[in-house]
């Protein structure tokens, strides 16, 4: 079946550290690989996604590239700040679409001044 | 904001009762799917409503089950709940047109507590 695996949390940095999260996925086909973001008391909101190997998605200074050989979707951020300390949450989907989306089980990242 | 809406926003029922969770998808989309997260957890699929047919199904037994309204609003019913089916509730709609679909926005969720 279709799987995400990402690293545990939680991640505590000081802001404007470097950012790394680690996120492997397993699944049949070629999926659609996205990162979510959940601030508290707020809904899932879509960061960055990547539809094909090699493809880096990028967003509010977050990246992560599609690395098929390794099934690797790593999220980086080069200066964190405080405002970024959320759930993030690595999924595909196999449909070409957004919905039908398997979740990984999610990274709490706090960020302290 | 989004603009899907979920009600109500918190609800508390008892083990073996029914509850019904509603989802008002944003204007124009056509495709709304439940998710359920538990606490510290992932939210997992539970199915996917398309121009008010079911599309697609998780690994979640019969007594969930949906509604697709000509609106596009949707429903998740839970009959004989359990003390597990505690959890938030999301819902996510999109515009879905065979390869090119629209992102999917999530609501804020029902938070669900069985005792």
């Known amino acids: 079946g279709n799987s995400v695996t990402q690293m545990e949390g939680p991640v505590t940095l000081s802001e404007e550290a470097f950012l790394t999260i680690n996120c492997t996925y397993t699944?049949?086909?070629?999926?659609?690989l996205f990162w979510y973001v959940q601030y508290p008391g707020e809904g899932l909101q879509l960061l960055l996604k990547?539809?094909?190997?090699?493809d880096k998605g990028s967003n509010k200074g977050f990246e992560a590239t599609y690395r098929k050989e390794t099934t690797s979707f790593h999220l980086e951020k080069g200066s964190v700040q405080v405002s970024d300390s959320a759930v993030y949450f690595c999924?595909?989907?196999?449909?070409?679409?957004?919905?039908?989306?398997?979740f990984g089980t999610g990274t709490k990242l706090q960020v302290i001044p | 904001e989004t603009g899907v809406t979920q009600s109500p926003t918190h609800l508390i029922k008892t083990r073996g009762q029914q509850v019904t969770l509603r989802c008002s998808s944003q204007?124009?989309?056509?495709?709304v799917s439940w998710y359920q997260q538990a606490l510290g957890q992932g939210p997992q699929f539970i199915f996917q409503?398309?121009?008010?047919?079911?599309?697609g199904r998780g690994n979640f037994p019969p007594r969930f089950s949906g509604l697709q309204f000509p609106n596009y609003s949707s429903e998740l019913n839970v009959n004989a709940l359990e003390l597990d089916d505690s959890a938030l509730y999301l819902c996510?709609?999109?515009?879905?047109?065979?390869?090119?679909?629209?992102?999917?926005?999530f609501g804020q969720g029902t938070r669900l507590t069985v005792v």
């Open positions: 996510a709609s999109s515009h879905d047109r065979g390869r090119r679909n629209t992102e999917a926005f």
């Open positions: 699944a049949t086909g070629y999926p659609s």
């Open positions: 990547a539809t094909k190997a090699d």
């Open positions: 999924a595909l989907s196999l449909n070409g679409g957004y919905q039908k989306v398997t």
């Open positions: 204007s124009g989309h056509n495709t």
């Open positions: 409503y398309y121009r008010e047919e079911e599309n």
